[in-house]
C-alpha cells in the first residue's frame, strides 16, 4: 500500500523572520509583512491574528481594517530558505525523496520508507481517520521524526492533499491518517487556500453555500467544471482524494556565490555587480559543464531584511550573455539599496553539447578555438590563467573599485 506522508511545521517562516522563537506567536496579533516590491499581501500569521478572521494572503487594507492592532513582522525570505533548506536535508538522511513546494510543508513516500525503518520502535501514535493504518507506517513516522528533531505535524493518505489535510488535523505528538473523499466530506473548502492557484475560487464558493469539501463532490465535476472552469475540475478532484503524483526533489550540489557591496549599490552597479556573480558561478569547476535550468536571486538590505525570487529560463542555458538579459530585469527591482548579493543555483540542466547561433557569422569555429586554448591554460597556470577586465564604477574615485578581474568566458 502507497501512502504519502506530509511533514508540516505550521507558521514556519513567520517563526524564522521573528527570530527564531515560538515566542512570538503569543505576543498577540501578527502577521509576516508584504515583501517590498511585491504584491501588498499578508504571509504567515500568529494565531492571535488568526481570531480575528485574518489568513494568509489576504490584503494588507482589510487585515488591517479588520485587526487595527496588528504587528507587522519584515519578511526575510532570504533566511527562511536558508533554515528550510536544512530541515529538507534532515528527511533526505533518513532515505527519504522529498518534494516541497513551500518552506513549511513537505511530502514524501511512507511505503518507499517502509524496509528501512518499518520495524522501528517505539512505534508512533496514528488515529485513523477511515481506512486501516498499514503494520509499517508508525516505525517510518518515528524515524523521521527522530532524523526532523522539530515538533511537526504529520499526515498521512493516499494523495498529496489528503496527507496534508492529516497534517493540519495531526497534534505535535500523534500522527492523523486521512483515507481518500469520505475522510475528508467534512473538511472545510477554506483548505483550498492551501493552494496557491485555487485560492481564489474559497470565497465564490462559500458565496454559493459550498463550505465543505463534501459539498463539492455532491455538486459533482461537471457542474464545476461549467462554472469554474479547469480550476473547477482541480478542486472537484482533491475533494474526491485525487491528486498529482509526487515529484521529489533531485539531490545535487549546491552552488552559490556571494559578493559584498563596499557603498550601498543600486541601479547600474548592480547589474555590474550581476555580471560578475554569472561569470564567477559559471567558472565554478564543480558545475562540471552543466547548463542551469533556474537560479535564485537574493539581496541582503542596507536598510534591513531581505530580498529573493527565482528565476526560471526559457531553456536550460549556460551563456552568460542570456543570462544577464533574464535576470538584470530582476535586480532592478530590488527595492532598496543592496549591502550583500548572492547568486545560486536552484536546478541544473544537462551538460551543454554547444548551442548553434541564430545568425552564423563565421565566429563559431573562432570561438571554438579560443574555448580549447582557455581550457589548456587554465590546466598550466589554473583558474586565475585566463581572466577579463569588468567594469564597475567607472566614476569611483578609488582606482580598485573601477575595475575587476572576473573568469574569462569565451
Wanted: glycine share 10%.
Amino acid at each position: 500500500m502507497s501512502l504519502v506522508l506530509c511533514i508540516s511545521l505550521p507558521r514556519f517562516a513567520f517563526v524564522v523572520a521573528a527570530g527564531g522563537s515560538r515566542e512570538a506567536l503569543a505576543r498577540g496579533p501578527a502577521a509576516l509583512a508584504p515583501e517590498p516590491g511585491r504584491t501588498q499581501v499578508i504571509g504567515e500569521i500568529s494565531p492571535g491574528a488568526e481570531a480575528f478572521g485574518l489568513y494568509p494572503g489576504m490584503r494588507l487594507g482589510e487585515a488591517l481594517a479588520r485587526c487595527p492592532e496588528l504587528a507587522l513582522v519584515p519578511a526575510d525570505p532570504l533566511g527562511v530558505a536558508a533554515a528550510w533548506e536544512k530541515v529538507l536535508a534532515r528527511l533526505e538522511s533518513v532515505g527519504a525523496a522529498v518534494e516541497s513546494a513551500a518552506p513549511g510543508t513537505a511530502w514524501l513516500d511512507g511505503a518507499q520508507l517502509a524496509r528501512l525503518h518499518g520495524r522501528t520502535l517505539p512505534p508512533a501514535t496514528i488515529r485513523a481517520n477511515g481506512g486501516t493504518v498499514p503494520p509499517w507506517l508508525p516505525g517510518v513516522i518515528t524515524a523521521v521524526r527522530a532524523g526532523l528533531r522539530l515538533p511537526a505535524r504529520i499526515g498521512a493518505g493516499p494523495s498529496r492533499f489528503c496527507a496534508l489535510a492529516g497534517a493540519l488535523r495531526a497534534g505535535p505528538r500523534a500522527a492523523e491518517l486521512v483515507d481518500g473523499a469520505a475522510a475528508l466530506h467534512d473538511e472545510p473548502v477554506a483548505l483550498l487556500r492551501t493552494r496557491p492557484e485555487l485560492a481564489a475560487l474559497v470565497e465564490p464558493l462559500e458565496r454559493l453555500g459550498l463550505t465543505t469539501m463534501g459539498s463539492l463532490t455532491v455538486v459533482g465535476r461537471a457542474t464545476l467544471a461549467e462554472r469554474f472552469g479547469r480550476l473547477g475540475e482541480r478542486a472537484h478532484d482533491l475533494a474526491s482524494g485525487r491528486d498529482l503524483p509526487l515529484a521529489p526533489r533531485l539531490p545535487g550540489d549546491t552552488l552559490e556565490e556571494v559578493l559584498e557591496l563596499p557603498d550601498a549599490g543600486s541601479g547600474v552597479q548592480l547589474t555590474r555587480a550581476l555580471g560578475l556573480l554569472i561569470d564567477r558561478l559559471l567558472a565554478r569547476r564543480e558545475r562540471r559543464g552543466r547548463t542551469l535550468r533556474s537560479v535564485v536571486l537574493g539581496a541582503h538590505l542596507v536598510e534591513g531584511g531581505t530580498w529573493r525570487t527565482r528565476v526560471a529560463f526559457r531553456e536550460a542555458l549556460a551563456d552568460p550573455e542570456r543570462m544577464r538579459l533574464a535576470l538584470e530585469q530582476q535586480v532592478l527591482l530590488v527595492p532598496a539599496p543592496v549591502q550583500t548579493l548572492r547568486l545560486a543555483v536552484d536546478q541544473f540542466g544537462p551538460v551543454h553539447a554547444g548551442a548553434r547561433a541564430l545568425f552564423d557569422d563565421g565566429q563559431t569555429e573562432r570561438r571554438a578555438r579560443l574555448g580549447e586554448a582557455t581550457r589548456q591554460a587554465r590546466i598550466v597556470g589554473g583558474e586565475a590563467a585566463a581572466l577579463r577586465v569588468l567594469a564597475l564604477d567607472l566614476e569611483s574615485r578609488i582606482p580598485e573599485r573601477r575595475l575587476a578581474l572576473t573568469p574569462l568566458q569565451p
